[in-house]
C-alpha cells in the first residue's frame, strides 16, 4: 500500500456482567455516546434474558461498525466480582477477523490483569503503529488482515447448496440495490449469511449495505430506513410483519424468500435471469472451484451485462458520467424482463439520465 | 325415682300421649294411658309395628286382651329383652311399666331440633323459619278467597291478577286488533249494523291483495326507481328513431379513438412516473453518496492541509510528530492508570451497595410477603371470631326460642346429683368388696395354717401312736376333733348360704306385696267374671 493506512479504529469499550446480574458499561475510550451505549448493551449477549453467550458478534450502526468478543470469567483472581465480560470495538471499516483477533487478545489481557490500563497500552499501539503484542505467542499486526481476505471469507457455495436457482433473486436484489432481510434465530448463522451476500455483486465491492445485526429497536430501524438499499440481519421473527423494512425477505431456518409484491415488477425474471442462475448453480457445484472462482465468474457475468448497458449510454453535455439512452435500449428489442431489468440496473448504477 | 319419672312422663307427651298435669310418677298411670303411651311409642319408633294398634282401651274385655297381648308382641319384636305380655298392660306393676316405658322412650328418635346435627347460623335459622312458615299454612285448609278472612288473605295469596287489571289488558289487545282491520276496511255506510254487502267488500280488500298493504322500505324505493327508469327511457327515446344507426357507428368509433388515446397517455404516464420513480431513487442514492464522500474528503482534505504545512521540513517535522505519537500515547495510557485508581474503587463500591441494596430487598421483599401473611391470619382470624359471634347470636336466639318451663339445668343438675350418689354407693360397694377380700384372704391363711397344724400333729402322733396306748388314743381324739371342725365349718357355711336365700326369698315376697296383688287380684277376678258374662252371652245368642 503506497497510501498510509487510515485511522479505522474509532473506540474501545468494556461492558461487564457482574455477580449482582447487571450487566454494565464499565469503561471505554475514547468516550462514546449515550444512544451508541444502548446499543452496544443491547448487542452484547450479556443483556439478553434467555442468557446464550455469542463468543463474538459483529454489525454496522450509521456507518460503523462494531465487534464484540464475549469472555466467560472462571476463577480469575484479578476479577473477582464479574462472570463475564464483553469487549467492544468500534471501527470504520468491515473486517470480522482482523477484530476478532484484536479483541481476543484484548480479553486475555484483561483477564490476566484485571485492569484496562494494559489493555489501554495495547490499544493505542495498535492505533498508532498497527502492532502490539499477544500475551502468550506472536503478535497482532494490523496488516496482515486485508480487506479484501474479509470480503472473500464467507462460502459462496453454501448459499447456492442451500437456495439453488432460488440464488439469483438474491442476485438481482443485489443488482438492483433492493432491501433485503434476513431472518433466524442464531445470530451466527445471519452473519455467516449475510457477510457472503455482497460478494454476488464483486463490482461495487461494497459492504456498507451490511446491517447484520438489527433490533426491531426505534432508533435501529431509522438508521435502517435512512440507507437505500441494504441487507439487514434479525434473529427476531417478529419482522416478517415489518413489509417497510423489506423488499426481499430470506427466512433462513426455513431456506424459503419471499419477494415483496411492491418490487414484483421491477423483480421480474426472464430469461437473462435464468442464464445467471444456472451459470451461479453450476459454478457453485463445481467441486473444482473454489468460492473466489465462483465469485470471479459470476462477476465476469456482471461485467458483461454491465458491458451491455455501457453500450447504450452516451456522455451527455458536459456531464463526466455517461447515461443510459432509453431509445436505444428500446430499439434493441431485448425481451421485456430483460428490458425492465436492464432499465432498473442503471437506476441502480446511476446511470439514468435525469 | 320420681325425678326419673318426671323425666319419663315429660318424653312421653311430645310423643303424643295427653298425660294430664296431676300424673307424676308411673304408679298414677291407668291401664289406658300406658296403653296409649306404648302405641304412640310405638308408632313413632316404628311405624308399621304401631300402625294396627289403637291408641285407645276398648271397652270389650277380650279385645283388650286381644290389644294387649299384640302389643307385648309389638314390644318383644322391637327388642325389650324383659318380661312382657297382656299383664303387663292391663295389671301392671310399677316397676314393670316404667322399665316398658324407658325402653320405649329411649327407643324414640331423637327430634331433629334437638340433636344439634342441623348446621347453626343463618341458613339454619331461615330453613327453619320457612319449615314453620310451611307447616302453618299446611295446617290451614284451603278457602276460596271470597270467604277469607284477612289473616287468610294474607296466608292465602292468589295467583290470579286482579280483574281490573284484566279487563284493561284484554281492552288493549281488541283495539290493537281492531286498528289495521279498519284501515283497510271501506268506511261502513251508516244504516243496519251488519250489512252483508258490505262486510263482503270489508273482507275482500284484505283478501284480494293477498295481505294487508305493509311495503317495506324496499320495495317502496325500487318502485320509485323504476318510475324514474322509465320516464327517462321515454325522454331519450323522444329524440326519434330516424337517423340515429349511422349517427351511433360513428360516435362509437369517436369514442373508442379517444379511449385508446387516453390509454396510451396513462400508459406512457405510467412508464414516466416510474421513470420518475428510479430517478428519484438513483438522485436520493447519489446525494447519500455525495454527502458521504464530502465528509470524507473534508477530513482528508484537512489532513492533506495540514501535511502540507508540514512538508517544508518534512524529516524533522515526521521525527517531531512521531515524538509527539509515542509522548501523547505514553500519556494517555498514564492518564488510563490515573482514571483507574479511580474508576476501580468506584466500581467495586457501586457493586458492594448494589449488593447491599439487592440482599436489602430481598429482606424487604420477604418481610412484606411475611406482613401479608400476618395480615391475612388476622383477617381470616377477624372473619372467624365475626363467624363466632354470629353463631352466639343464632345459639343465644335459640336459647330464647327454647321453651321457658323445661329447666333443663335442674334436670342436669339433678342427675348429676344422681350420678354422684351412685358414684358414692360405688366406692362404698367396692370398701366393702375389698373387707370381704381381705377376710378371705384371712380365712385362707386360716386354713392353710390349720391344715399344716394338723398334718405335723397327726404325723408326730402317729410316730408314736403305734408304741405308746396314750398316744393311739390321742390320735383318735385328734382325728374325731379335725373330722368334727371340718363338719361344724361345712354347717356354717351352709347356714350361711341359706340365709342367702332367705333374704332374696323375703326381697322377692317383698316385691311381690309392693306390686299391689290384692288390689290387681280382686281386678282379675272381676275381669274374670265380666269375661264369663261376656262368653255366657255370647253361647246365648246362637241358641236364640
Given at each position: 500500500?503506497?497510501?498510509?493506512?487510515?485511522?479505522?479504529?474509532?473506540?474501545?469499550?468494556?461492558?461487564?456482567?457482574?455477580?449482582?446480574?447487571?450487566?454494565?458499561?464499565?469503561?471505554?475510550?475514547?468516550?462514546?455516546?449515550?444512544?451508541?451505549?444502548?446499543?452496544?448493551?443491547?448487542?452484547?449477549?450479556?443483556?439478553?434474558?434467555?442468557?446464550?453467550?455469542?463468543?463474538?458478534?459483529?454489525?454496522?450502526?450509521?456507518?460503523?461498525?462494531?465487534?464484540?468478543?464475549?469472555?466467560?470469567?472462571?476463577?480469575?483472581?484479578?476479577?473477582?466480582?464479574?462472570?463475564?465480560?464483553?469487549?467492544?470495538?468500534?471501527?470504520?471499516?468491515?473486517?470480522?477477523?482482523?477484530?476478532?483477533?484484536?479483541?481476543?487478545?484484548?480479553?486475555?489481557?484483561?483477564?490476566?490483569?484485571?485492569?484496562?490500563?494494559?489493555?489501554?497500552?495495547?490499544?493505542?499501539?495498535?492505533?498508532?503503529?498497527?502492532?502490539?503484542?499477544?500475551?502468550?505467542?506472536?503478535?497482532?499486526?494490523?496488516?496482515?488482515?486485508?480487506?479484501?481476505?474479509?470480503?472473500?471469507?464467507?462460502?459462496?457455495?453454501?448459499?447456492?447448496?442451500?437456495?439453488?436457482?432460488?440464488?439469483?433473486?438474491?442476485?438481482?436484489?443485489?443488482?438492483?440495490?433492493?432491501?433485503?432481510?434476513?431472518?433466524?434465530?442464531?445470530?451466527?448463522?445471519?452473519?455467516?449469511?449475510?457477510?457472503?451476500?455482497?460478494?454476488?455483486?464483486?463490482?461495487?465491492?461494497?459492504?456498507?449495505?451490511?446491517?447484520?445485526?438489527?433490533?426491531?429497536?426505534?432508533?435501529?430501524?431509522?438508521?435502517?430506513?435512512?440507507?437505500?438499499?441494504?441487507?439487514?440481519?434479525?434473529?427476531?421473527?417478529?419482522?416478517?410483519?415489518?413489509?417497510?423494512?423489506?423488499?426481499?425477505?430470506?427466512?433462513?431456518?426455513?431456506?424459503?424468500?419471499?419477494?415483496?409484491?411492491?418490487?414484483?415488477?421491477?423483480?421480474?425474471?426472464?430469461?437473462?435471469?435464468?442464464?445467471?442462475?444456472?451459470?451461479?448453480?453450476?459454478?457453485?457445484?463445481?467441486?473444482?472451484?473454489?468460492?473466489?472462482?465462483?465469485?470471479?465468474?459470476?462477476?465476469?457475468?456482471?461485467?458483461?451485462?454491465?458491458?451491455?448497458?455501457?453500450?447504450?449510454?452516451?456522455?451527455?453535455?458536459?456531464?463526466?458520467?455517461?447515461?443510459?439512452?432509453?431509445?436505444?435500449?428500446?430499439?434493441?428489442?431485448?425481451?421485456?424482463?430483460?428490458?425492465?431489468?436492464?432499465?432498473?440496473?442503471?437506476?441502480?448504477?446511476?446511470?439514468?439520465?435525469? | 325415682?320420681?325425678?326419673?319419672?318426671?323425666?319419663?312422663?315429660?318424653?312421653?307427651?311430645?310423643?303424643?300421649?295427653?298425660?294430664?298435669?296431676?300424673?307424676?310418677?308411673?304408679?298414677?298411670?291407668?291401664?289406658?294411658?300406658?296403653?296409649?303411651?306404648?302405641?304412640?311409642?310405638?308408632?313413632?319408633?316404628?311405624?308399621?309395628?304401631?300402625?294396627?294398634?289403637?291408641?285407645?282401651?276398648?271397652?270389650?274385655?277380650?279385645?283388650?286382651?286381644?290389644?294387649?297381648?299384640?302389643?307385648?308382641?309389638?314390644?318383644?319384636?322391637?327388642?325389650?329383652?324383659?318380661?312382657?305380655?297382656?299383664?303387663?298392660?292391663?295389671?301392671?306393676?310399677?316397676?314393670?311399666?316404667?322399665?316398658?316405658?324407658?325402653?320405649?322412650?329411649?327407643?324414640?328418635?331423637?327430634?331433629?331440633?334437638?340433636?344439634?346435627?342441623?348446621?347453626?347460623?343463618?341458613?339454619?335459622?331461615?330453613?327453619?323459619?320457612?319449615?314453620?312458615?310451611?307447616?302453618?299454612?299446611?295446617?290451614?285448609?284451603?278457602?276460596?278467597?271470597?270467604?277469607?278472612?284477612?289473616?287468610?288473605?294474607?296466608?292465602?295469596?292468589?295467583?290470579?291478577?286482579?280483574?281490573?287489571?284484566?279487563?284493561?289488558?284484554?281492552?288493549?289487545?281488541?283495539?290493537?286488533?281492531?286498528?289495521?282491520?279498519?284501515?283497510?276496511?271501506?268506511?261502513?255506510?251508516?244504516?243496519?249494523?251488519?250489512?252483508?254487502?258490505?262486510?263482503?267488500?270489508?273482507?275482500?280488500?284484505?283478501?284480494?291483495?293477498?295481505?294487508?298493504?305493509?311495503?317495506?322500505?324496499?320495495?317502496?324505493?325500487?318502485?320509485?326507481?323504476?318510475?324514474?327508469?322509465?320516464?327517462?327511457?321515454?325522454?331519450?327515446?323522444?329524440?326519434?328513431?330516424?337517423?340515429?344507426?349511422?349517427?351511433?357507428?360513428?360516435?362509437?368509433?369517436?369514442?373508442?379513438?379517444?379511449?385508446?388515446?387516453?390509454?396510451?397517455?396513462?400508459?406512457?404516464?405510467?412508464?414516466?412516473?416510474?421513470?420518475?420513480?428510479?430517478?428519484?431513487?438513483?438522485?436520493?442514492a447519489e446525494v447519500q453518496q455525495g454527502r458521504l464522500a464530502l465528509g470524507g474528503r473534508e477530513d482528508a482534505l484537512r489532513l492533506k492541509h495540514?501535511?502540507?504545512?508540514?512538508?517544508?521540513?518534512?524529516?524533522?517535522?515526521?521525527?517531531?510528530?512521531?515524538?509527539?505519537?509515542?509522548?501523547?500515547?505514553?500519556?494517555?495510557?498514564?492518564?488510563?492508570?490515573?482514571?483507574?485508581?479511580?474508576?476501580?474503587?468506584?466500581?467495586?463500591?457501586?457493586?458492594?451497595?448494589?449488593?447491599?441494596?439487592?440482599?436489602?430487598?430481598?429482606?424487604?421483599?420477604?418481610?412484606?410477603?411475611?406482613?401479608?401473611?400476618?395480615?391475612?391470619?388476622?383477617?381470616?382470624?377477624?372473619?372467624?371470631?365475626?363467624?363466632?359471634?354470629?353463631?352466639?347470636?343464632?345459639?343465644?336466639?335459640?336459647?330464647?326460642?327454647?321453651?321457658?318451663?323445661?329447666?333443663?339445668?335442674?334436670?342436669?343438675?339433678r342427675i348429676l346429683e344422681i350420678v354422684g350418689n351412685i358414684r358414692k354407693q360405688k366406692e362404698e360397694i367396692s370398701k366393702i368388696l375389698v373387707?370381704?377380700?381381705?377376710?378371705?384372704?384371712?380365712?385362707?391363711?386360716?386354713?392353710?395354717?390349720?391344715?399344716?397344724?394338723?398334718?405335723?400333729?397327726?404325723?408326730?402322733?402317729?410316730?408314736?401312736?403305734?408304741?405308746?396306748?396314750?398316744?393311739?388314743?390321742?390320735?383318735?381324739?385328734?382325728?374325731?376333733?379335725?373330722?368334727?371342725?371340718?363338719?361344724?365349718?361345712?354347717?356354717?357355711?351352709?347356714?350361711?348360704?341359706?340365709?342367702?336365700?332367705?333374704?332374696?326369698?323375703?326381697?322377692?315376697?317383698?316385691?311381690?306385696?309392693?306390686?299391689?296383688?290384692?288390689?290387681?287380684?280382686?281386678?282379675?277376678?272381676?275381669?274374670?267374671?265380666?269375661?264369663?258374662?261376656?262368653?255366657?252371652?255370647?253361647?246365648a245368642r246362637p241358641r236364640r
Amino acid at each position: 500500500m503506497a497510501e498510509p493506512e487510515p485511522q479505522l479504529l474509532l473506540a474501545v469499550g468494556l461492558i461487564e456482567k457482574d455477580t449482582n446480574g447487571d450487566a454494565l458499561w464499565v469503561w471505554c475510550y475514547p468516550s462514546v455516546t449515550a444512544e451508541l451505549r444502548s446499543l452496544l448493551l443491547r448487542k452484547c449477549c450479556l443483556t439478553d434474558e434467555n442468557k446464550l453467550l455469542h463468543t463474538f458478534v459483529f454489525g454496522q450502526y450509521k456507518r460503523s461498525w462494531f465487534y464484540i468478543t464475549t469472555v466467560e470469567v472462571q476463577d480469575s483472581p484479578a476479577l473477582k466480582k464479574v462472570t463475564h465480560f464483553s469487549i467492544v470495538l468500534m471501527a470504520k471499516d468491515f473486517n470480522p477477523e482482523k477484530y476478532a483477533a484484536f479483541t481476543r487478545i484484548l480479553c486475555r489481557i484483561y483477564l490476566k490483569h484485571g485492569s484496562p490500563v494494559k489493555m489501554m497500552e495495547s490499544y493505542i499501539a495498535v492505533l498508532t503503529k498497527g502492532i502490539c503484542q499477544s500475551e502468550e505467542n506472536g503478535s497482532f499486526l494490523s496488516k496482515d488482515f486485508d480487506a479484501r481476505k474479509a470480503y472473500l471469507a464467507g462460502s459462496i457455495k453454501d448459499i447456492v447448496s442451500q437456495f439453488g436457482m432460488e440464488t439469483v433473486i438474491l442476485y438481482t436484489a443485489l443488482m438492483l440495490k433492493k432491501r433485503i432481510v434476513v431472518y433466524h434465530p442464531r445470530i451466527e448463522a445471519i452473519q455467516e449469511f449475510t457477510r457472503t451476500l455482497p460478494a454476488l455483486v464483486w463490482h461495487r465491492q461494497d459492504w456498507s449495505i451490511l446491517h447484520s445485526y438489527v433490533h426491531l429497536n426505534e432508533e435501529e430501524v431509522e438508521a435502517l430506513k435512512a440507507c437505500t438499499g441494504y441487507i439487514a440481519g434479525f434473529t427476531d421473527s417478529e419482522v416478517n410483519s415489518r413489509p417497510d423494512l423489506y423488499d426481499v425477505y430470506v427466512n433462513l431456518a426455513d431456506s424459503e424468500i419471499t419477494v415483496s409484491p411492491l418490487v414484483k415488477e421491477a423483480m421480474t425474471m426472464g430469461k437473462l435471469h435464468k442464464e445467471i442462475g444456472q451459470l451461479i448453480v453450476q459454478s457453485a457445484e463445481d467441486p473444482e472451484k473454489s468460492d473466489s472462482q465462483v465469485i470471479k465468474e459470476i462477476s465476469l457475468k456482471t461485467k458483461e451485462i454491465l458491458a451491455t448497458l455501457a453500450s447504450l449510454t452516451e456522455a451527455s453535455d458536459g456531464n463526466e458520467k455517461p447515461t443510459l439512452n432509453s431509445e436505444a435500449l428500446k430499439q434493441k428489442r431485448f425481451p421485456p424482463a430483460t428490458e425492465n431489468f436492464l432499465f432498473h440496473l442503471a437506476a441502480a448504477e446511476q446511470m439514468l439520465k435525469i | 325415682m320420681e325425678e326419673v319419672d318426671r323425666i319419663l312422663i315429660h318424653s312421653l307427651r311430645p310423643a303424643g300421649t295427653a298425660v294430664p298435669p296431676e300424673v307424676q310418677s308411673v304408679r298414677d298411670l291407668t291401664p289406658e294411658l300406658v296403653v296409649e303411651a306404648s302405641v304412640r311409642c310405638l308408632r313413632a319408633v316404628n311405624p308399621t309395628l304401631g300402625a294396627p294398634l289403637s291408641p285407645l282401651l276398648p271397652p270389650g274385655i277380650s279385645a283388650r286382651f286381644r290389644l294387649a297381648s299384640d302389643l307385648a308382641a309389638a314390644c318383644q319384636e322391637l327388642g325389650f329383652g324383659g318380661d312382657v305380655g297382656y299383664q303387663t298392660f292391663l295389671y301392671s306393676s310399677e316397676h314393670d311399666t316404667r322399665r316398658l316405658l324407658l325402653f320405649l322412650v329411649e327407643k324414640l328418635p331423637r327430634d331433629e331440633s334437638e340433636s344439634g346435627a342441623e348446621p347453626p347460623g343463618k341458613s339454619g335459622a331461615l330453613l327453619r323459619a320457612i319449615g314453620t312458615r310451611i307447616r302453618e299454612q299446611l295446617g290451614v285448609p284451603w278457602v276460596p278467597p271470597l270467604c277469607r278472612t284477612p289473616l287468610l288473605q294474607r296466608l292465602q295469596v292468589s295467583g290470579a291478577p286482579p280483574p281490573e287489571y284484566v279487563g284493561r289488558k284484554r281492552l288493549r289487545a281488541r283495539l290493537r286488533a281492531l286498528e289495521p282491520l279498519r284501515q283497510a276496511c271501506p268506511p261502513r255506510p251508516p244504516g243496519p249494523p251488519l250489512d252483508p254487502a258490505w262486510l263482503q267488500e270489508a273482507f275482500g280488500a284484505g283478501g284480494g291483495r293477498g295481505a294487508l298493504p305493509k311495503g317495506s322500505r324496499f320495495t317502496h324505493t325500487q318502485h320509485l326507481t323504476h318510475e324514474q327508469v322509465r320516464g327517462w327511457t321515454w325522454g331519450a327515446g323522444g329524440g326519434g328513431f330516424g337517423d340515429t344507426g349511422a349517427r351511433q357507428a360513428s360516435e362509437e368509433a369517436a369514442l373508442e379513438q379517444a379511449l385508446a388515446q387516453l390509454d396510451a397517455a396513462i400508459e406512457s404516464c405510467r412508464g414516466e412516473m416510474r421513470d420518475a420513480q428510479l430517478s428519484l431513487t438513483q438522485v436520493e442514492a447519489e446525494v447519500q453518496q455525495g454527502r458521504l464522500a464530502l465528509g470524507g474528503r473534508e477530513d482528508a482534505l484537512r489532513l492533506k492541509h495540514q501535511a502540507i504545512e508540514l512538508l517544508p521540513d518534512a524529516q524533522s517535522n515526521m521525527a517531531k510528530l512521531q515524538l509527539v505519537v509515542e509522548a501523547s500515547g505514553r500519556r494517555i495510557v498514564s492518564l488510563a492508570g490515573q482514571w483507574e485508581r479511580h474508576r476501580g474503587p468506584l466500581l467495586t463500591q457501586y457493586r458492594h451497595l448494589r449488593a447491599l441494596r439487592d440482599s436489602a430487598q430481598l429482606e424487604s421483599s420477604r418481610r412484606l410477603s411475611e406482613l401479608r401473611v400476618l395480615h391475612e391470619r388476622s383477617r381470616s382470624a377477624a372473619a372467624e371470631a365475626q363467624r363466632k359471634e354470629e353463631l352466639y347470636k343464632t345459639l343465644v336466639a335459640e336459647l330464647e326460642a327454647l321453651p321457658r318451663d323445661v329447666s333443663r339445668a335442674i334436670y342436669t343438675q339433678r342427675i348429676l346429683e344422681i350420678v354422684g350418689n351412685i358414684r358414692k354407693q360405688k366406692e362404698e360397694i367396692s370398701k366393702i368388696l375389698v373387707d370381704t377380700r381381705a377376710l378371705q384372704k384371712e380365712i385362707n391363711s386360716l386354713v392353710g395354717k390349720l391344715e399344716r397344724t394338723f398334718s405335723v400333729t397327726d404325723e408326730l402322733l402317729f410316730k408314736d401312736a403305734k408304741r405308746d396306748e396314750v398316744v393311739r388314743k390321742a390320735y383318735k381324739y385328734l382325728a374325731a376333733l379335725h373330722e368334727n371342725c371340718a363338719q361344724l365349718i361345712r354347717t356354717i357355711e351352709d347356714t350361711g348360704t341359706i340365709q342367702r336365700e332367705i333374704r332374696d326369698l323375703e326381697e322377692q315376697i317383698e316385691a311381690e306385696t309392693s306390686s299391689k296383688p290384692p288390689a290387681s287380684l280382686e281386678r282379675i277376678l272381676s275381669d274374670c267374671r265380666a269375661l264369663r258374662e261376656e262368653n255366657a252371652a255370647l253361647a246365648a245368642r246362637p241358641r236364640r
